[in-house]
């Protein structure tokens, strides 16, 4: 499989998790300050560090890797 359908199969999966999860937190949020946006660039950054770290490195094949960590991650 060429790795920029596995990258947008990620991308794909990623920025509707961003939507999902962005729309929920704006529900609550309510303020004037960008809240769910702040939220998920901080656990996107947060999970990229671990994945990148821990996951990626011992547990997951090369080839899922830009899946995980470009795609979904990158999209989120």
């Known amino acids: 499989m060429s790795r920029v359908l596995i990258v947008?199969?990620?991308g794909y999966f990623g920025a509707i998790t961003r939507y999902l999860i962005g729309g929920w937190i704006a529900n609550y949020g309510g303020t004037?300050?960008?809240?769910?946006?702040?939220?998920?660039?901080?656990?996107?950054s947060f999970f990229l560090g671990l994945v990148m770290a821990l996951v990626t490195e011992r547990f997951v094949s090369p080839t899922v890797q830009p899946l995980i960590a470009?795609?979904?991650i990158g999209a989120f």
């Open 8 to 10: 947008g199969i990620g």
């Open 70 to 72: 470009i795609g979904f």
């Open 32 to 44: 004037s300050f960008p809240l769910s946006t702040f939220v998920i660039n901080i656990t996107g």
